[in-house]
């Protein structure tokens, strides 16, 4: 597969890139942000997710732990209990922010954890602990699902772990195995996943609808219909490129150059991410759109409001605007409204333009003398026809004064 830094960028795959960032600016400062991207076969979207693995940044953990304990603040069962002082003493390491893959056939023991079958029949010194799963292995980092719309169809008892770990942030995972106590983790992990809506069995908000919304945005992926792109794809793809593989590899070096950079810079936006917050009329603004058009999920408006932050970041703007606020609304809305209703909320936004109402609408501060001002407004262009005075409708020759000189 093509090195991340070598893969087709162009308008139809642009909004993944872009969530797939926010993703992991998010999940590296311990806010999950799940994402999914939704298109037909070919269209790159399972190779961007998966690639996005060669700029994932390093994170600290305590040295050698397994659920990735952030030293200073340490969530596993063998490190939660201990003091500052054995911590340090226990020492930390740098690993890649895990990227790791729930498959088909995953069992809940592989996806949540299971008993430690190489402790419990070690001859010198059985003992019963547990192997922590995929999920608690992933904290701190991304969890992929292929075909997630097949897994909500086929695998229930998954897709019920999935639901509790993105049902908060962070997510909660409890691990149940015969023969040991229930554990309780907390789990910074943030869910990414691909779909086809136009293959069995269909998309997945008429799969598992609860899933579905579980996700903060969802994009689309156009087709790519740039002659250069398809040319360049299959060029990529031809059986000469294919037979050279290993021609690539001597580049290998320059891309790992590339991908430092994306990772410095994916490491500068987690910075400013974590000082910066959503200006309050703009949460004020969200908080109407919600009201006014009785949008259901709470989870939604939050996306919105991280959504707008983490965009204005990696477009390297110092604050969020209301245009961020607006590019979020269909990554965040198709998914969870019927088409006519997104259309009346982008609407909203965008026919009576955006700037325009926004701050009608933050600046107006509803008090008597504007609207005595509104009504008398009204009054002067709206007066019915009878109260007229004739003068008022028809200009007679009497009113005319052609020696009057303006
Ligand atoms: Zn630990």
């Not at 609808?209 to 031809?238: A, H, W």
């Not at 000082?275 to 759109?289: E, G, T, V």
Request: charged share 25%.
């Amino acid at each position: 597969m093509l090195p991340f830094a070598k893969l087709e960028r162009y308008e139809g795959n642009e909004a993944l890139f872009e969530m797939v960032n926010m993703s992991i600016v998010s999940t590296y400062v311990g806010e999950p942000l799940h994402i999914h991207a939704e298109g037909l076969r070919g269209t790159g979207k399972t190779t961007i997710m998966r690639k996005a693995q060669d700029i994932l940044p390093n994170i600290t953990r305590i040295k050698g732990c397994i659920y990735n304990c952030d030293p200073a603040e340490p969530h596993c069962p063998h490190h939660r209990e201990l003091s500052a002082q054995e911590i340090i003493d226990l020492g930390v390491e740098e690993i890649p922010m895990p990227f790791l893959e729930i498959s088909h056939s995953a069992k809940v023991g592989t996806v949540a954890g299971s008993i430690d079958l190489a402790k419990l029949t070690d001859g010198c010194n059985p003992e019963a602990r547990l192997l922590p799963g995929i999920i608690p292995q992933a904290h701190r980092g991304i969890i992929f699902v292929d075909e997630i719309n097949r897994l909500a169809d086929t695998a229930p008892e998954i897709t019920d772990i999935l639901l509790d770990v993105m049902g908060t942030k962070p997510g909660h995972l409890q691990i149940e195995e015969a023969g040991l106590p229930v554990v309780h983790l907390k789990v910074i992990v943030s869910v990414w996943a691909a779909s086809n809506p136009d293959e069995e069995p269909g998309a997945l908000e008429e799969i598992r609808r609860q899933l579905s919304d579980r996700f903060d945005m969802v994009c689309y992926m156009g087709r790519p219909t740039s002659m250069d792109v398809l040319t360049n794809i299959l060029k990529e793809n031809s059986h000469n490129t294919k037979v050279h593989a290993d021609r690539d590899l001597i580049n290998v070096g320059d891309y790992e150059k590339q991908h430092e950079i994306y990772r410095q810079i994916l490491l500068r936006w987690a910075e400013r991410y974590n000082q910066a917050d959503l200006p309050d009329f703009l949460r004020n603004y969200i908080a109407r759109l919600y009201v006014k058009h009785n949008l259901e999920s709470i989870r939604a408006i939050e996306a919105m409001q991280q959504g707008a932050v983490l965009y204005s970041i990696i477009k390297d703007r110092d604050q969020a605007t209301i245009t961020d606020v607006i590019r979020m609304l269909p990554l965040i809305l198709k998914h969870r409204l019927d088409s006519d209703t997104l259309i009346r909320v982008i609407n909203d936004v965008d026919v009576k333009g955006g700037k325009e109402s926004m701050f009608s609408f933050v600046n107006k501060k509803p008090n008597k003398s504007d609207q005595t001002e509104e009504t008398d407004y009204f009054k002067s262009v709206g007066r019915p026809l009878k109260d007229l005075k004739r003068q008022e409708l028809i200009n007679t020759e009497k009113s005319l004064d052609f020696n009057k000189v303006d």
